[in-house]
């Protein structure tokens, strides 16, 4: 599937993913330190929602937003212009499987909804790298929030994201990878309708008139209203989980 189309279909939304800015800022609360003249790294940013939150949560830190796509890194450039954060926010296009920084030298890494692409054991283990000794790492990342999910959930994610685990799972993972679980909570279904299911939903129709000769866009939308039919049936039965981590060593 050709990555860029992809993007180039997420554009001008407000986000690229799933998140609400209430829970990027209870995700910092749960991180207890008092960060000041600090350095984040925010990776798989998108165009940078939980960016901009960030910046403004930690005032005297410097963020540095990276993402493959360099248009979503524009448009985060724009938007924080727009805000004032100008001078705090650095992009720089990567790939978050090789990031052109020096080891140990964030305080805090954040990903939201963007380990997945290279698995999130793979993520964890590589990004632990850049960070401090005694430094901190939030992601979200989609686990199933019920023991037995429906047939027709469980199908879905076979074909999408076989990859998906319980919460439990995901935390041995995490531990494996070496890091402590300081908090974990869910991202309410608030945060998949408001900023990315229904902007996507109001969309679709632009997309589907601009892609109506490109077989696999007409593809990539028809997934897009599977997932969120799938989402609209079983959201009871999994979502995001955003966990906030420690690396470990300096516990
Ligand atoms: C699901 S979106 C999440 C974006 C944002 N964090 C949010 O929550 O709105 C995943 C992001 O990862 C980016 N991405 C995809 N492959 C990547 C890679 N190999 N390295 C860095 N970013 C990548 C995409 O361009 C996209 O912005």
Redesign the pocket.
């Known amino acids: 599937m050709d990555?860029t189309l992809i993007?180039k279909m997420?554009e001008e939304l407000p986000?690229?993913?799933?998140?609400l800015d209430e829970s990027t800022a209870y995700a910092c609360s749960q991180i207890p330190i008092n960060l000041k003249g600090g350095k984040i790294l925010?990776?798989?940013?998108?165009?940078?929602?939980?960016t901009l939150i960030l910046a403004k949560i930690y005032p005297d830190c410097i963020i540095t937003a990276?993402?493959?796509?360099q248009p979503?890194l524009n448009d985060l450039t724009l938007r924080a212009k727009k805000e004032g954060l100008e001078g705090r926010i650095v992009t720089h296009q990567?790939?978050?499987?090789n990031l052109p920084f020096d080891k140990s030298s964030f305080d805090i890494i954040w990903?939201?909804?963007?380990a997945f692409?290279?698995g999130l054991s793979n993520a964890l283990m590589y990004w632990k790298n850049f960070l401090k000794s005694d430094g901190y790492l939030v992601v979200?990342e989609s686990a199933w929030f019920i023991d037995s999910p429906s047939d027709e959930c469980k199908k879905f994610f076979d074909e999408i994201y076989p990859d998906i685990k319980s919460e439990s799972d995901t935390k041995e993972i995490i531990r494996d990878a070496g890091f402590h679980v300081i908090s974990t909570f869910r991202l309410p279904d608030s945060g998949w309708w408001d900023?990315?299911y229904s902007p996507l939903i109001k969309r679709i129709p632009l997309l589907k008139e601009i892609y109506a000769d490109n077989s696999d866009a007409q593809m990539i939308i028809s997934g897009l209203e599977k997932e969120m039919e799938i989402h609209q049936k079983y959201s009871n039965e999994y979502g995001y989980t955003f966990f906030v981590l420690k690396k470990q060593g300096n516990y």
Do not use: H, K, W
């Open positions: 990555v993007s997420f986000r690229q993913g799933p998140g925010d990776i798989g940013c998108g165009s940078g929602m939980q990276t993402d493959l796509y979503f990567a790939s978050m499987d990903s939201e909804g963007s692409i290279i979200s900023n990315y």
